[in-house]
């Protein structure tokens, strides 16, 4: 069981795959990483000697990731927010933020569509 930046790495995975389980941590710098600690990137995340897994922490600690990640990300959200700008106002509206149309589409952004009327039309005599 390997914890690295408080994630614990799954076991039975190659340590190039498993590292992407960090947040923050992609597939080309889990390869830079990996590259830059000589490890192979074919090897077992549970087959780590002690000394790889130090040498793995000591390299990931310069990245940022985790819980800082999303502290920085949250608050740039909120300076766009405080500033009035264009992004941060369809930010706090919830709508895509970077130019899709959203007329008919960005149902993954503005959730399941609400209709008027439990989505019936009411009758009227005329």
Do not use: C, W
Not at 5 to 26: D, Q, W
């Amino acid at each position: 069981m390997v914890r690295i930046s408080g994630v614990v790495l799954p076991a039975k995975k190659r340590i190039e795959f498993a590292l992407t389980y960090i947040n923050g941590i992609g597939r080309s710098s889990s390869k830079k990483i990996l590259e830059e600690a000589k490890v192979d990137p074919m090897k077992m995340s549970d087959d780590l000697t002690e000394g790889e897994e130090a040498l793995l922490r000591s390299i990931i600690e310069k990245y940022e990731t985790e819980g800082d990640l999303k502290r920085r990300i949250s608050m740039d959200i909120r300076r766009l927010q405080d500033t009035g700008s264009y992004r941060g106002y369809r930010h706090r509206r919830r709508l895509p933020s970077r130019g899709q149309t959203s007329r008919r589409n960005a149902r993954t952004r503005r959730g399941k569509k609400r209709t008027g009327l439990s989505g019936r039309v009411k009758l009227t005599k005329t």
